[in-house]
Each structure stands twice: as structure tokens, then as C-alpha cells.
């Protein structure tokens, strides 16, 4: 299993290239993200099967999310715990940020790509109850969406509705937006009676997002009908921090905690995880899957530790078709 140690850092997000199926990135936090500076590590898995850094980026404050552009190999942004989002290029100058995004006046905890063909958006949210939608050759947004009543943790794009995106937030909600739309969500719904960390959309199926909460449940909701989750997956411990399901087994997903684990569900099958994996000794934060190789993952952690691996529950669920 290929290992990372990011010194004096803690893991908080880890995601895949879209381009490249051996290359990733770690967002990183100084002193668990309380206090001090920010590390972007940029890491490539070598041919013999080990993680090799190929540059770092330092920031002031503490980075708590990063995402690759979907237009070019070498461009990603960050999160950042002062309130700004930074771009980076890792192949021009990793060391100094392309662009600088000042607006958001409290911590940004999420970040994401449009990933639909003709948009390229990012967006951001934070925990000043807002979220901001951004043209990464602008240096202002676009626009910004409020209606959360307490810090939004995660805003997540569709991956097959265009303009569509979900947020969660401290106040136990759901809400489904439209960046086309300069009114409050239309569709809103009390996901959790806690606050809700995290959010993902199903690659296979338009209507279905799972949503993930400090009560150590995932639940599933069909957008057509908001009267009751239509799975509910128990057996974290404590927090469930991140959730995302496979791009390649449409019921399959996964899953990071504060209980130190990484589980593996499939709705289908159980409402148990078919596979707990306990491979770090602190908070289990990052959380992503390989588009180019099936069944890969990688995740990170407050350990300061990165692993990439495959599950060994992938070897027997049915690729989807």
C-alpha cells in the first residue's frame, strides 16, 4: 500500500488528478488546523508502488480543501482557513498561487469543479453561512447563495445536471440550488437532526445524494421526493466527515470518520458497511476515488498520513455496465 507522511502536518482533504491516474494532491493543516500555516503537497505513485513528492505549496493558514481544475492538468484550488481560495499551477511555479480570491470572511471548508462539459465553475463554501460561485479567471464571484443558518461545510456540483449543486451545513439541512437561480434554494430538506459534514451525488442516477453527519449516519435522498431518506447506512462511531460514492458501482460508497475508519457501503446490500478499513490512528478527513482505476481510493488523516489502496470489497461487487 503506497504511504505518505506530510511532516509537521495534518491531512484534511486528498483528491485524484482527473488527467493523470498516478497523481494527487493533499491539503494539509499546521497544529490539526487550529492555528498556523498550510501545506499543498503535490505526490505522484512511482512505478515500484510508492508515494514520492513532486513539489509542495506553502500557505500562511491552514488548507482545508483542494480540487483539480477539469480543464488543465496543472492547475488546482485550494481552501483555506483565513477565508481565501488560492490557484495554483504545480507545473509553472507551485511555490506562489496564480490567483488569490479574498472574499469569504470566515473559514472555507469546501471547494469544488463544475464537472459538466460547458461550465467551469468553482465553488466555494464557508463557515460565514455562504456560498460563493466563481469564474477562475475572474478575480471577484459570480455570485454568492445564502439561506443557511449556520456554517456551511460542503457544496458539492452535480455531475450530470448542469448549473445544479447541494449544500450542507451546521443547521441539520440539505439544499439544492441552481447557479442560474439569484433566489433562496428551491429545494430544501432536514437531512439530519445534527450538523450535517458532507454531502455526494451518485454518478449514475440524477436524483439520488447521500448526505453524512456528526450523528454517524449516511443517509440517501431521491430529489423527486424529500418525505424520507430511501437507504440509511449505520456503524460509524462518531462524525462521519466524508462520503462519496464509487464512479464505478452505481450503490456502492464510502466513507471517512472521526472513528478512525474508512468503511465501504453498498444500500443494496446492507445498511451494515461490507468492509471497515482501519489503517490511521487519529481523524480520518480526505477521502477520494480513482476515475482511472477501479476500486482505487485514497484517504488522509489528522495521523499525517496518506494511503492509497483498493478495498478488497471491490473484487467481488459487479461493475456497472
Known sequence: MPTFKTPNRHGYSVKFSSFCSDQLVVATSQYYGFTGGGTLFHLKVSDDRNLVEVSNSPWGDGLFDVVWSECDPDVVVTASGDGTLQLWNLRTNPQVPVQVFREHTKEIYSVDWSQTRFEQLVLSASWDKSIKLWDPNETTSLNTFVGHTELVYNAMWSPLIPSCFASVSGDGMLKIWSSNL?????????AHDAEVLTCSWCKYDQNL???GGSDGLIRGWDMRNFTAPIFEQKGCEYAVRKIQFSPYHASSLASVSYDFTTRIWDYRISCDAIEVIQHHSEFVYGLDFNVH????????GWDSLVHVFTPKTFNSVTKMS
Open 182 to 190: 439569484h433566489q433562496r434554494s428551491p429545494l430544501t430538506l432536514h
Open 293 to 300: 482505476r477501479e476500486g482505487e481510493m485514497a484517504d488522509c
Open 209 to 211: 445524494i447521500a448526505t
